[in-house]
Nanobody, 118 residues
Framework: QVKLVESGGGSVQAGGSLKLSCSAS????????MVWYRERPGKQKEVVSK???????NYADSVKGRFSMFVDNAKNTLHLQMNSLKTEDTAVYYC????????????WGGGTQVTVSS
């Protein structure tokens, strides 16, 4: 059974940094698409960044230049480095990864809260 678990969330002042991690059980990052989503208060879940199986990363315009998504292959952990945080980055952040035959299965973590104060 695949399990994804996020960590690294917390409270930080605007301008600060946090590094989110997504660890996996029974799953190897890198073959299929991986996505960081976030759900801001009162808003729908949105894509923050996507990392394709080919290693191409795309970011939402709102985080471009501030966030960085990458995989630590040695530790089989997906990360989201968040710098220059803004109050509007406050959200629950989720990692999601495709898997299984032809990457048709979707796996989700339970989320980690990020709170950015002014």
């Amino acid at each position: 059974q695949v399990k994804l678990v996020e960590s690294g969330g917390g409270s930080v002042q605007a301008g600060g940094s946090l590094k989110l991690s997504c660890s996996a059980s029974n799953y190897i990052f890198g073959t299929c698409e991986m996505v960081w989503y976030r759900e801001r208060p009162g808003k729908q879940k949105e894509v923050v960044s996507k990392l394709s199986g080919d290693g191409i990363v795309n970011y939402a315009d709102s985080v471009k230049g501030r966030f960085s998504m990458f995989v630590d292959n040695a530790k089989n952990t997906l990360h989201l480095q968040m710098n220059s945080l803004k109050t509007e980055d406050t959200a629950v952040y989720y990692c999601q990864a495709d898997g299984g035959p032809k990457c048709l299965y979707n796996y989700w973590g339970g989320g980690t809260q990020v709170t950015v104060s002014s």
